[in-house]
């Protein structure tokens, strides 16, 4: 009989973080604030990667409760950031920054991904170098262990095995405490640069009602033709 395979951290992380994210748009839309979101979002996805770095060797339920933390941290941080800046602006201008917004954060992570990238084989190379390994065969080993081993053998990849996964391990912890860092640089500026801005405004009730005349004024028309 087949087991079932448990879901990883990076899917609890991933659940954790829908939820989340509809939740803190359930709260946004009872209590009219976004403020308290984001500064909790900030605050705990910059505790949850910190405690990432932590790790030194595998362990399932810590990977799995600081996924749990990173991700109920991301999730406050999604739709509140969206609504802050729409609601600092004119409704004119909201395309615009909802645009630039969704365009910086794309930049970002594709900036961030390419550096976590850029840490990662430096450490490799910085730990694999001294064990006497060629560039090309660090740049295989990175790239295509299974071939590494194939080319060099088994024995020869059992002993740097060890070293490559120290080497693994100083990369992404030096991803984690970066990340860390510019979260809780995050909250800061939170906390001094967005204020609470009243999410209603002066013009709502008017603009609901002129499209309610032309959504009656259109039924008209139709009823007509």
Not at 24 to 40: A, D, K, M, Q
Not at 158 to 178: P, Q
Request: proline letters at 3%; one cysteine or more; a positive charge.
């Amino acid at each position: 009989m087949k087991q079932r395979k448990r879901p990883d951290e990076l899917s609890r992380s991933n659940q954790v973080q829908a939820l989340f994210s509809t939740l803190s748009g359930l709260f946004i839309h009872w209590t009219g604030r976004y403020r308290e979101c984001l500064l909790v979002g900030w605050a705990v996805w910059a505790v949850g990667l910190g405690l990432f770095s932590t790790l030194d060797k595998p362990s399932l339920g810590k990977q799995i409760g600081f996924a749990l933390l990173s991700g109920f941290g991301l999730g406050n941080t999604l739709q509140p950031s969206l609504i802050a800046v729409q609601a600092g602006v004119e409704r004119r201008h909201m395309a615009i920054v909802t645009s630039f917004r969704n365009f910086i954060r794309n930049l970002g992570g594709t900036l961030g991904l390419a550096l976590s990238a850029t840490f990662i084989n430096n450490a490799l190379r910085a730990t694999l170098s001294p064990l006497g390994l060629s560039k090309t065969a660090i740049q295989l080993l990175i790239n295509s262990p299974d071939i590494f081993r194939d080319e060099y053998g088994e024995d020869r990849t059992s002993d740097i095995r060890a070293e490559l996964a120290s080497a693994y391990v100083k990369g992404f912890r030096i991803i984690f405490i970066v990340s860390a860092v510019l979260n809780a640089l995050a909250l800061v500026a939170v906390w001094f640069l967005i204020p609470q801005v009243e999410l209603s405004r002066s013009d709502d009730v008017a603009l609901k009602e002129e499209g309610k005349r032309r959504h009656v004024k259109k039924q008209e028309g139709g009823d007509q033709v």
